[in-house]
């Protein structure tokens, strides 16, 4: 991590897990965990614990967001949330493009990118995830394609914009798996990700976006990727259901 030149961000991606209830018992857990934390800890929840967790949170240092958000404003997207709902909610951040959203749900990196300038036009921050595959790491095409990805998640977006924007580096093959992309391999992305922002925004803009790594990091590993100076802080699945795990990663990213 950089923190004298971006923010270190450590974001919770509950998925679809947990009730309202169950969110309620797990934030009342969280909040002294993290108290004083010395980076930005943002917790994104499914859209039915929302309420919930803003009631919580509020007054306290943790920040909450929605796991998706539709393009469009309103209208007849039967089961869709606009910008304007998480908004009015009291959320902050949300995230776009995540790879199960893309595996099951038919998201494209144009529809990443529509989500995306919705959310920012809103106010909200946003987190794109990108990242490839197994079959794509191995066949040598992670530049390419991570390249690609973020460049068309940004198209339209301003350098104004890029203050509320955060890239999730992802790599599928390491999400839910229980592998873990190496520090050096998660450097080297975080890096290619950077590169990409300073030639379109420049290296002022690089330098100051915050660039995550996501994919298995827990209380384990946290502390040699969060060492990497690319890497930004992270985008935490199940570690993030277990609050004393989610903790040891919070205190990593302040002590980094």
């Known amino acids: ?6 923010k270190a961000i450590i974001a ?4 679809m897990n947990k009730t309202a209830t169950e ?3 797990l934030i009342g857990e969280l909040i002294p965990a993290v108290k004083g934390a010395g980076c930005e800890v943002v917790i994104c929840t499914p859209f039915t614990d929302l309420a919930t967790a803003v009631a919580l949170c509020k007054g306290t240092n943790i920040h909450v967001g929605a796991e998706n958000v539709h393009f469009e404003d309103h209208g007849a997207f039967t089961g869709e949330i606009s910008a304007a709902m998480l908004v009015d909610l009291g959320v902050e951040y949300v995230i776009v493009g995540h790879s199960e959203r893309r595996q099951y749900f038919a998201e494209t990196n144009e529809t990443v990118n529509k989500r995306a300038l919705a959310a920012l036009n809103a106010g909200l921050k946003v987190i ?3 990242g490839e595959s197994l079959e794509q ?3 040598g095409v992670t530049e390419e394609l991570v390249r690609m990805q973020t460049k068309i998640a940004l198209k339209d977006v301003t350098k104004e914009q890029m203050k509320n924007v955060v890239i999730a580096y992802e790599p599928i093959w ?3 798996t229980g592998k873990t992309a190496t520090s050096e391999q998660a450097e080297e992305v975080c890096g290619q990700i950077r590169k990409v922002i300073g030639e379109v925004y420049g290296a002022d803009t690089a330098k100051a976006t ?3 790594y996501g994919g298995s990091m827990n209380a384990k590993n946290c502390d040699e990727l969060l060492g990497k100076a690319d890497v930004d802080g992270g985008l935490i699945g199940g570690a993030s259901l277990k609050a004393p795990d989610f903790a040891v990663i919070v205190n990593a990213a302040t002590k980094g």
């Not at 919770?12 to 998925?15: H, Q, T």
């Open 1 to 6: 991590m950089d923190k004298k030149n971006r």
């Open 12 to 15: 919770g991606n509950w998925k």
């Open 23 to 25: 969110a309620k018992a």
């Open 128 to 130: 794109i995830c990108v």
């Open 137 to 139: 790491r191995e066949e």
């Open 174 to 176: 390491a999400i839910g």
């Open 210 to 212: 915050t660039v995550q």
